[in-house]
C-alpha cells in the first residue's frame, strides 16, 4: 500500500499552496485535485498581490509547475471517493481515482475542496456566472466602476449588497428583488437615501446583449453593462458528511485557530471552512491560500510532535 505523510484533497489555493508548505517541510505529500474550481468560469483573478488579472487556469498551472519542481509531492488529477479513519487522529486510508483499487494510507488529511454556486433558476444566470453575472463586488466591482449595474438578489441580503454597489461603485444601480420580498420600510428609506431604483417584478431572464446583458421580466427589459448576483453556496465534496465533520450553522467545516476538524487529523482550509469566532464566510483566493498555509504549519506541527515525541507546548 502506498503512504504519505499527508493528503492534500483539493488544488485550488488552499490546496496548491498547502502542497508547497509541507513539500518545502521534505514531507511526503498526495495532492489530488478534480479540476473543478469555483471560478472557473471567471477570465480573471482580481486581488491576489502579484497576479492581478491573471486567469484563473494559469494561476493553478503556474503553481502546480512550481510543485511538480518539488521531489516530495505527488500531484495526481483525479478524485478522492473516500477517506476512512484507520485509527483516528493517526492514519487514514483513502480511495483515489484514477490510481487504482488499492487503498492509499496517510497520516493526516487536509480537505481543500471549495464550494459550489448554484445561481437562481432564472434562464440566463448559470450560463453566464463569473462573465457578465458577478458573485463578489469585493473580486470584481472595481472593474464595473461606473457601469450600469443590475443586482438579482433577494431580501435583506439583496437591499444591502444594491445600496453597497451603489455607494463604493456607481450612481446608475437596479435591484431586482425577484423573489416578492416586501420591503420592512426602513430598508425602502435606505434604498432611496443610496439612490437604488427597486425593481419588484420577477425576473424572467439574463441574456447576453452586444454589450453588457439584458434583464427581462414581466414589466419589459432593463439593458445594463454588468449583473451582480448572489447565488446560493454548497459544499463541493461529499467526503465532509462522510466524515461526519462539524459544521458552522451555514454550512461550512467548522475549524480551530489551525485549521483542524472535529475529527483529529483532519484539517480543512478554504472555502469549505470557516473559523468558529470568523462574523462569517470569505472566501477569497488570498484567504484560501492563507488558510492552506496555516493548515501546512499546524499539520506539520502535529506530525514532528508525533514523531519525535515533542513535549507539550509549554
Ligand atoms: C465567478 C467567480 C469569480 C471569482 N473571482 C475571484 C477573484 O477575482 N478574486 C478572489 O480572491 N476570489 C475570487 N473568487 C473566489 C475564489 O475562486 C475562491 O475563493 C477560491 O477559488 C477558493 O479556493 P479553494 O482552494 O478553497 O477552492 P477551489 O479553488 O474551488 O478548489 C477546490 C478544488 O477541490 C477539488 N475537489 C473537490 N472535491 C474533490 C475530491 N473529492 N477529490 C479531488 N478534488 C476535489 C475541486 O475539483 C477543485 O478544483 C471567485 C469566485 C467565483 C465563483
Not at 509547475?65 to 477517506?83: F, K, M, N, Q
Not at 441574456?207 to 448576483?229: L, N
Not at 461529499?238 to 475529527?263: F, H, K, N, R, Y
Request: with cysteine; net charge negative; hydrophobic share 45%.
Amino acid at each position: 500500500m502506498s503512504s504519505y505523510d499527508a493528503l492534500i484533497v483539493g488544488g485550488g489555493p488552499a490546496g496548491l499552496t498547502a502542497a508547497v508548505v509541507l513539500g518545502r517541510q521534505r514531507r511526503r505529500v498526495l495532492l489530488v485535485d478534480a479540476d473543478t474550481p469555483r471560478n472557473v468560469n471567471s477570465s480573471a483573478i482580481h486581488m491576489l498581490p502579484g497576479r492581478e488579472g491573471m486567469a484563473p487556469a494559469d494561476f493553478r498551472a503556474r503553481v502546480a509547475a512550481e510543485i511538480d519542481a518539488l521531489e516530495t509531492v505527488t500531484r495526481v488529477t483525479g478524485r478522492v471517493a473516500s477517506v476512512v479513519a484507520a485509527a483516528p487522529g493517526v492514519a487514514f486510508t483513502a480511495q483515489v481515482e484514477p490510481l487504482g483499487a488499492d487503498p492509499i494510507e496517510v497520516r493526516r488529511v487536509l480537505l481543500a475542496t471549495g464550494v459550489r454556486d448554484l445561481p437562481a433558476d432564472i434562464p440566463g444566470l448559470a450560463e453566464n456566472f463569473g462573465r457578465g453575472v458577478y458573485h463578489c463586488p469585493f473580486c470584481h466591482g472595481y472593474e464595473v466602476s461606473g457601469h450600469s449595474i443590475a443586482v438579482i438578489a433577494g431580501g435583506y441580503f439583496g437591499a444591502t449588497l444594491a445600496g453597497y454597489i451603489r455607494d463604493r461603485f456607481s450612481d446608475n444601480v437596479t435591484w431586482f428583488s425577484h423573489d416578492g420580498v416586501v420591503l420592512a420600510p426602513d430598508m425602502q428609506r435606505f434604498l432611496d437615501e443610496v439612490g437604488v431604483v427597486h425593481e419588484p417584478a420577477p425576473v424572467a431572464a439574463v441574456e447576453p446583449a452586444a454589450s453588457g446583458m439584458v434583464v427581462r421580466t414581466s414589466d419589459g427589459e432593463v439593458k445594463v453593462d454588468s449583473v451582480f448576483h448572489k447565488a446560493d453556496v454548497v459544499q463541493q465534496s461529499t467526503l465532509i458528511a462522510a466524515l461526519g465533520l462539524a459544521m458552522t450553522p451555514e454550512g461550512s467545516v467548522s475549524v480551530d485557530g489551525g485549521q483542524m476538524t472535529s475529527v483529529a487529523g483532519v484539517y480543512a482550509a478554504g472555502d469549505c471552512a470557516r473559523v468558529d469566532s470568523a462574523p462569517g464566510p470569505s472566501g477569497f483566493a488570498a484567504t484560501g491560500s492563507g488558510d492552506g498555509q496555516r493548515a501546512a504549519v499546524w499539520l506539520e506541527q502535529s506530525l514532528l510532535r508525533e514523531d519525535v515525541r515533542l513535549p507539550a507546548m509549554q
